[in-house]
């Protein structure tokens, strides 16, 4: 069961990047878009207000850690967790200035577009629409990626639970009780006679040896 919870950080690399990226571009077009003619008011770079904070400040760097939580990530949980937080965070870019400017106490409103109507569209599509859309598909990307265990998740858990055989202990050979030893087969005489044969044999052995008659 640990073993399906670890996957590997390549299963989130490419979304991971991409949320970072996306995270990164809520987060500053507002302060860099007025020197491309790029901005909603007030159109003056580094400006900032509490609807920029809340409508692209604090979206785009939520999206931002969740990306970077994916990529670097490997365990499944807490991939999951950066997965979430970067989907919320698209949901948010995505109707955040439609509801932001209702809630009258906060005064979080986004301004307004600068430029022609098509100039328009499109800064409603890059600064909150069409990012939080491209930021949810990403982050429902990844959620689906990282719910499912996969044949190859499930192999590389079963090889990480398998740990290698202990050679086995070498036992000391046993040592073979000795044979008895075969009894003597023959007869034994007794001491008297056998002191008189070697006394025989050691004077024959001092007498010369005579020739024989020719």
């Given amino acids: 069961m640990n073993g399906t919870l670890r996957v590997p950080r390549s299963r989130g690399a490419v979304s991971g990047a991409a949320l970072i990226l996306l995270g990164l571009w809520g987060a500053l077009i507002p302060f860099v878009g007025p020197y491309f003619h790029y901005a909603y008011t007030p159109d003056t770079g580094w400006t900032y207000t509490s ?65 022609g109507s098509m100039l328009r569209t499109a800064e409603q599509l890059g600064f909150f629409t069409g990012l939080g859309i491209v930021i949810v598909f990403f982050a429902t990307l990844t959620l689906g990626r990282l719910s499912v265990v996969s044949v190859r998740d499930t192999k590389l858990a079963a090889r990480a639970g398998t740990k290698p055989a202990e050679p086995a202990e070498e036992k000391p050979a046993e040592e073979k009780p000795a044979e008895p030893k075969a009894a003597r087969t023959g007869m034994r005489l007794p001491g008297l006679l056998r002191g008189r044969l070697a006394g025989e044999t050691e004077k024959a052995a001092d007498e010369p040896v005579r020739s024989a008659p020719r």
């Fill in 51 to 115: 609807g920029r904070f809340w409508l692209e400040i604090l979206p785009g760097a939520v999206t931002l850690v969740g990306g970077l939580i994916v990529l670097v990530s490997r365990y499944r949980p807490v991939a999951l967790l950066g997965g979430w937080l970067a989907a919320f965070s698209g949901g948010w870019f995505a109707v955040g200035s439609l509801i932001g400017p209702t809630w009258a106490r906060m005064s979080i409103t986004p301004g307004q577009p600068v430029g």
